[in-house]
């Protein structure tokens, strides 16, 4: 069961957009509408941002958003702003209930 | 507000058994749109599931640990608690417990709520 694959790093200035991609196989993110993605501060636990591919949990800014295409889901960053500095994580349902996460991608505000 | 709380030891020696337990609180492990999870993180590395038991105590495992865990919740004390043993260096981490829900889904498929983390250094 291997981890879903994150770019390492992404950046962007204030007010950029960005986008984080996370691709899987056909057993999980190619299979399932249950991908969910995380956002983790240094040193505090995951917080859920979205859930089922695109929904948005209440509290959850508009500017986060969730896609998926295939093999491949996103979360877009739209109008970054300093505080989406972070470490985020997709995970994806992957079958027999098995749970996959992503390798983590670290978002830089410039 | 659903609020999760790990506890336990946070020095475990090799080949010994990983012990940790969740408190729950603003709500109850009983209710029936949760399943309750296990999540680690080595440090500097990506999260990894353990595992996930419901109240019933049903559970589901990574197979990557299936053969050295054992998750089971306590409605009495409204906890859920984690058993890995066997432990080698490799099983470092900060340990999380998450409240795991169910969606359109016969099954749960996110994390919504989680502790703020407990880390275990195994070392002699």
């Known amino acids: 069961q291997a981890a879903l694959t994150q770019p390492r790093s992404v950046s962007g200035s204030p007010g950029q957009s960005v986008s984080i991609s996370c691709t899987g196989t056909r057993n999980d993110v190619g299979m399932y509408m249950y991908v969910s993605w995380y956002q983790q501060s240094p040193g505090k636990a995951p917080k859920l941002l979205i859930y089922d591919v695109s929904k948005r949990p209440s509290g959850v800014p508009g500017r986060f958003s969730g896609s998926k295409s295939g093999y491949t889901a996103s979360l877009t960053i739209s109008g970054l702003q300093n505080e989406d500095e972070a470490d985020y994580y997709c995970c994806s349902y992957a079958g027999s209930n098995s749970y996959v996460f992503g390798t983590g991608t670290k978002v830089t505000v410039l | 507000q659903l609020q999760l709380q790990e506890s336990g030891p946070g020095l475990v020696k090799p080949s010994e058994t990983l012990s940790l337990t969740c408190t729950v609180s603003g709500d109850s492990v009983t209710n029936d749109n949760y399943y309750w999870a296990w999540v680690r993180q080595p440090p500097g590395k990506a999260l990894e599931w353990i595992g996930s038991?419901?109240?019933?105590?049903?559970?589901f495992y990574n197979p990557s640990v299936r053969s050295r865990v054992a998750i089971s919740a306590d409605t009495s004390s409204n906890q859920f608690s984690l058993r890995l043993n066997s432990v080698t260096a490799a099983d470092t981490a900060v340990y999380y417990c998450?409240?795991?829900?169910?969606?359109?889904?016969?099954?749960?498929?996110?994390?919504?709520?989680w502790g703020q983390g407990a880390l275990v250094t195994v070392s002699s």
């Open positions: 038991v419901y109240y019933s105590g049903n559970t």
């Open positions: 998450a409240s795991h829900r169910f969606s359109t889904s016969w099954y749960p498929v996110y994390f919504d709520y």
